[in-house]
């Protein structure tokens, strides 16, 4: 169920080299706000070097991601925007399934990981500071701090409207094509109580094969 299946085109942003581009220019650009230009080879060297483990860990999880929900990595973008602003429904109802599996994927990911995320990245953005500080560097400190109060205030922002966003799309979905009510509850057209593949959609046993 690749891109070009669905007569769609992949986004260049999707794109391997693109996220790796923007890893780099955002990581150059901090660094280069807060250390100057004199020591800038080391920093582009560095970038680079970030840029490549950040690319290799976002195609990883979507490769991954594909295996577990029954699409195309090229796909999984696409269907997390389409899920982040609980925009149109895929036609096709293998795609509504594998949307499904997706939202289970990521509700369970989140149930299993919020008590150490967030501590985690609230850990790494003001402990940072403190070094600068002790550093005698007050200005990068300040300025690390706001960038973290600032980012950490963003993520649980996004993180809480992303939930949202995720129940409302699959309540959608799960009412599309509804045969009824009762004991069999609603089941989406090509769904239901099986996937598009022959899987069950819904709770633990929604996962694909190899999803956890």
């Known amino acids: 169920m690749g891109s070009q299946e669905h007569g769609q085109v992949q986004r260049w942003q999707d794109r391997w080299w693109a996220v790796g581009l923007l890893v780099l220019v955002v990581w150059v650009g901090i660094r280069l706000a807060f250390d100057g230009w004199s020591g800038w080879p080391g920093i582009l060297v560095g970038g680079l070097v970030y840029a490549g483990l950040m690319t290799w860990f976002v195609m990883r999880r979507r490769r991954r991601d594909a295996r577990a929900v029954g699409t195309d990595a090229a796909r999984v973008p696409e269907l997390e925007r389409r899920i982040a602003k609980n925009a149109e429904l895929p036609d096709d109802p293998a795609e509504q399934a594998a949307m499904i599996r997706l939202i289970r994927r990521r509700e369970e990911k989140l149930r299993r990981n919020r008590w150490w995320a967030f501590p985690l990245l609230a850990l790494i953005f003001f402990g940072i500071p403190v070094f600068w500080f002790a550093a005698g560097n007050v200005g990068a ?22 939930v949202r966003r995720m129940a409302a799309m699959r309540q959608r979905i799960e009412g599309v094509g509804t045969e009824g009510v009762g004991t069999e509850g609603a089941r989406i057209k090509g769904v239901g109580a099986e996937g598009g593949r022959g899987r069950p959609v819904g709770g633990a046993e929604g996962f694909a094969h190899g999803a956890r």
């Open 141 to 162: 400190g300040l300025w690390g701090l706001a960038f973290g109060a600032a980012f950490l205030g963003w993520m649980v922002w996004f993180n809480r409207r992303f």
